[in-house]
């Protein structure tokens, strides 16, 4: 059983930036996502990168904004988050896949609590 851990949200004014943060526990590096679930809408992704951290990919709507990070060696990702619009809000998850990275929902195998990200226009 993998477990994270989410933290960083918050609220912040649009053109304002944040950044999310994402420990699992495990010794094996795991690709990583975060998703997003905007108030009253589903989950949408909105990034991801391999175990390695070789391979990045990010959904149109936060390319040039958002950058997906990790810790060399560990399961710790990151989201940095520029230019922060209205329709940035939403419960951001962090999520593991234990095969190589994908921008599919469905195949990830663990995912955390979610964090809020709140942007006041």
């Known amino acids: 059983q993998v477990q994270l851990v989410e933290s960083g949200g918050g609220l912040v004014q649009a053109g304002g930036s944040l950044r999310l943060s994402c420990a699992a526990s495990?010794?094996?590096?795991?690709?990583m996502g975060w998703f997003r679930q905007p108030p009253g809408k589903e989950r949408e992704f909105v990034a991801s990168?391999?175990?390695?951290?070789?391979?990045?990919y990010y959904a149109d709507s936060v390319k040039g904004r958002f950058t997906i990070s990790r810790a060399n060696g560990k399961n710790t990702v990151y989201l940095q988050m520029n230019s922060l619009q209205h329709e940035d809000t939403a419960v951001y998850y962090c999520?593991?896949?234990?095969?190589?990275?994908?921008?599919?929902?469905?195949?990830?195998?663990?995912w955390g609590q979610g964090t809020q990200v709140t942007v006041s226009s």
């Open positions: 999520a593991v896949r234990q095969l190589g990275t994908s921008i599919l929902q469905s195949d990830y195998n663990y």
């Open positions: 495990g010794r094996a590096l795991y690709a």
């Open positions: 990168i391999s175990g390695t951290g070789g391979s990045r």
